[in-house]
């Protein structure tokens, strides 16, 4: 099977710029994730969606960062405006169902705001 | 509310020499319990999981890992590491909604 695509891999902004990251799941999966992992820690939970319907976003930065999941498919998070606390590689990962099935990951971008 | 502790950033080991690489969660609920590994340059994958029935689980690879629910642990064990074992290792806790990662493992192979 197809693994989970994110795009792009790497992205350079200003602070104070717009980015969008785009993330299509593995066919079939209803759970889709965002998460952030900065350089040292472990992937940090931004949002969860279970369908086209928001779990979790209690970790999202409202203020900045959006993200939607239209038709229960593809997803796309934005941050504006970028700060540079939000240098990190951004992971997507979708599962079959939430809780107990195993995450599968995308290869992440990398964004970086100077 | 849960939480993941991995409480070693860094491990170095002398190859085939064996490794522990130690996690404790806390949660108020039941819980799933997963090693994920990340390869250099690579993204993460899972490595084993605890859902229910035995304690012990075994990735292919000849990890284990062993759910102590009266100590809260889920630490993942190697009796002889390889160069190739060189990775990123995140322990992360499952409840009905959500996964939680620790703050990562990362295992240094020495010739």
């Known amino acids: 099977e197809a693994g989970v695509a994110q795009s792009p891999r790497y992205k350079i902004i200003e602070k104070r710029q717009s980015v969008a990251f785009w993330c299509n799941p593995i066919?079939?999966?209803?759970?889709l994730y965002w998460y952030q992992q900065i350089l040292g820690q472990g992937p940090k939970l931004l949002i969860q969606?279970?369908?086209?319907?928001?779990?979790?976003d209690s970790q999202l930065p409202k203020d900045r960062f959006s993200a939607e999941r239209l038709k229960g498919v593809d997803s796309t998070l934005k941050i504006q405006p970028a700060k540079l606390e939000d240098s990190a590689v951004y992971l997507c990962?979708?599962?079959?169902?939430?809780?107990?099935?195993?995450?599968?990951f995308g290869n992440g971008t990398r964004l970086t705001v100077t | 509310a849960q939480s993941v502790t991995q409480l070693d950033s860094q491990v170095p080991v002398f190859e085939e020499a064996p490794v522990e690489l130690r996690c404790n969660y806390s949660?108020?609920?039941?819980?799933?319990l997963f090693w994920y590994v990340q390869y250099p340059n690579q993204g993460l994958q899972l490595l084993l999981k605890?859902?229910?029935?035995?304690?012990l689980v075994e990735s292919i690879n000849g990890f284990e890992a062993e759910f102590n629910k009266s100590q809260t642990s889920f630490h993942l064990r190697k009796p002889s590491v390889h160069i190739s074992d060189t990775a990123e290792y995140f322990c992360?806790?499952?409840?009905?909604?959500?996964?939680?990662f620790g703050s990562g493992t990362r295992l240094s192979i020495r010739p």
């Open positions: 990962a979708s599962s079959l169902d939430m809780g107990f099935a195993p995450l599968h």
């Open positions: 066919s079939g999966h209803a759970t």
């Open positions: 969606f279970q369908n086209n319907g928001v779990v979790d």
């Open positions: 949660s108020s609920v039941s819980v799933y």
């Open positions: 605890y859902l229910s029935g035995s304690t």
């Open positions: 992360a806790v499952g409840s009905a909604s959500k996964i939680i």
